[in-house]
């Protein structure tokens, strides 16, 4: 959730007893509270929407939307209350932030947080145009608002333009050294680009320093693999011992004490931690929904449907699927073929999500048939070239542009009927890896299946079941890349990779991990390296503390 509020609320955060906010305060430059003495009504509004924030910061949610409704009901574009209402959806409903922010940045467009927040909403998305250039203007309205300048930072990294990001966190770092997104944020970006010794003094002395000092021992651990113990354990675990710390520092401790504990092979410990910080984060998971979900795109993408679509989509060849469950091997994939000088990795994009979320294609539907019965050739062909003008903006001048959103197995059908030439690779590990590998890092609530052993092996089968399905409905299409297959026979498996997006080999695909570009993801660590086998039967190490999730997996765990 965005805790940030724009600069008029501050009076309200000043003269109560309300949590103070993470956001910025009243500048001299920005326009304060009026003068003179508000309406009553507008005071009314105020004192709502005081309410409204502390709910929200409470995270209730549903009462904090209530109060914001009710002050809109008696001044429908009231800027703030569509400004919280935006802050509110962020992570819940990214596409109504987007509608909320827009209105609050019409009403009052000269608000640099607005236009911050709208931007922010967007790269969330993947929208990274959109989010540069609405970061850009609050820059423009307030050039030394540090959070923006960390925003256009961290959209700059996932974007595949981390050269334009460091002067960015190097002038956030000059006008307040101890701001805690613009040195986690240096350092991340550091850490994308393999520059591992340099993040990591970065992080140690924000540690130092007292800056968000859980997520900086939690990325400061990411940054090399240990041997023997270093003294930052026990500084983690003395941290751990603070009656004060919230459910996210306390998170972020746990798979910090949890990685150098597994790295130091310190089996049961490790578990341990990694088990707390799932009991800190509190995620829970509809398997039940889900499943409905998985029978209801069983039942509705069949072959005859696709027969009945074919010429709906667009032909080419441009876009590259790479799917699968997370952790099994997608960023490693997509660095190999983004190794090729005819492919560019993209990442993983959002944007195939939202235009299933405009068309109710989501495991929340109540009816996919509703959607998909309402599907004509133009619907399809418009969302198509659409899509294409997305994945161009980001390499005109590639030959395949590769989108390694892993949860994309869940579109499969989409993909079809968008792109009937689309290459698809499906990432698949060994399930017991797969989901310890999952487990013992944070996932967002996005991904809250990930938050109990028994359900991550509840999900991973529905998973499973629905790519058998895809499998049966499109014989041959879908290329299987066995991450135990590829640490086995590197060259082989990265050449059937190459031919089956059509390219002709090129050997700098063997060397993947001296591909410039940031990488953002989890494994960002591990796919500098050489491959390396390590990984394989990894669960081993767990098999006493995992038993929940073996019994859940049944028959597809090859014990």
């Avoid at 693999?225 to 972020?252: M, V």
Wanted: a neutral charge; hydrophobic letters at 40%; one cysteine or more.
């Amino acid at each position: 959730m965005n805790n940030r509020l724009p600069p008029a609320w501050s009076k309200h955060i000043k003269s109560t007893a309300a949590p103070k906010p993470r956001g910025p305060q009243v500048s001299p430059t920005q326009p304060g509270p009026p003068k003179a003495n508000p309406s009553a009504r507008a005071q009314a509004d105020d004192a709502v929407l005081k309410k409204a924030y502390e709910h929200q910061q409470a995270k209730q949610l549903a009462e904090a939307q209530r109060l914001c409704f009710e002050v809109l009901a008696r001044t429908p574009n009231h800027p703030l209350a569509l400004y919280i209402m935006g802050t509110i959806c962020v992570g819940h409903d990214d596409e109504a932030a987007l509608r909320y922010f827009a209105r609050a940045v019409a009403e009052e467009p000269k608000n640099a947080y607005y236009h911050l927040s709208f931007g922010e909403a967007y790269a969330r998305l993947s929208e990274f145009s959109a989010a540069i250039r609405y970061i850009r203007h609050a820059l423009e309205i307030q050039p030394d608002l540090v959070e923006a300048l960390c925003a256009l930072g961290r959209v700059y990294t996932e974007f595949d333009k981390p050269d334009l990001a460091l002067p960015l966190y190097e002038k956030a770092l000059k006008i307040n050294r101890d701001h805690a997104k613009a040195r986690t944020g240096m350092a991340a970006t550091l850490t994308g680009l393999g520059r591992m010794d340099e993040a990591g003094a970065y992080l140690k002395e924000a540690i130092e320093r007292r800056v968000d000092a859980p997520a900086a021992y939690y990325e400061l651990v990411q940054t090399r693999k240990f041997t023997e113990e270093p003294p930052e354990l026990q500084s983690i675990l003395r941290e751990l011992d603070s009656p004060r710390l919230n459910s996210e520092s306390a998170q972020s401790l746990h798979y910090a004490a949890g990685k150098v504990l597994n790295d130091l092979k310190r089996y049961a410990e490790a578990f341990d931690h990694f088990n707390k910080a799932k009991q800190a984060a509190g995620h829970r998971f509809d398997i039940d929904q889900y499943r409905r979900f998985v029978d209801s795109t069983i039942e509705i993408f069949t072959p005859g449907l696709f027969a009945a679509a074919s010429g709906f989509g667009n032909p080419s060849d441009l876009p590259v699927f790479v799917v699968g469950m997370p952790r099994s091997g997608t960023t490693l994939t997509e660095q190999i073929l983004a190794s090729h000088p005819g492919v560019h990795g993209a990442g993983e994009l959002e944007k195939l999500r939202r235009v299933a979320n405009a068309i109710d294609l989501k495991s929340s539907a109540e009816d996919l048939s509703k959607s998909v019965n309402s599907f004509t050739p133009e619907l399809i062909r418009t969302l198509a070239e659409e899509h294409l003008s997305y994945l161009r903006e980001r390499a005109s001048a590639a030959l395949r542009v590769v989108d390694k959103q892993p949860h994309n197995f869940e579109l499969i059908g989409l993909i079809a009927l968008l792109f009937p030439n689309a290459r698809i690779v499906h990432c698949r590990r060994d399930a017991i890896d797969n989901c310890v590998s999952c487990y013992v890092l944070p996932f967002s609530p996005a991904h809250s299946y990930n938050a109990d052993l028994r359900v991550l092996g509840l999900y991973y089968r529905e998973y499973d079941r629905l790519m058998r399905h895809w499998n049966e409905v499109f014989p041959g299409r879908i290329f299987e890349n066995r991450y135990e297959t590829l640490v086995e026979d590197q060259e082989a498996q990265s050449r059937r990779l190459i031919d089956h997006l059509g390219l002709p080999w090129d050997d700098a695909c063997l060397r993947f991990f001296d591909r410039e570009g940031a990488v953002t993801t989890p494994s960002r660590w591990q796919v500098r390296q050489p491959i390396y086998k390590s990984s394989v039967k990894r669960w081993k190490n767990y098999e006493s503390e995992i038993q929940p999730l073996i019994e859940a997996l049944g028959d597809l765990a090859d014990v």
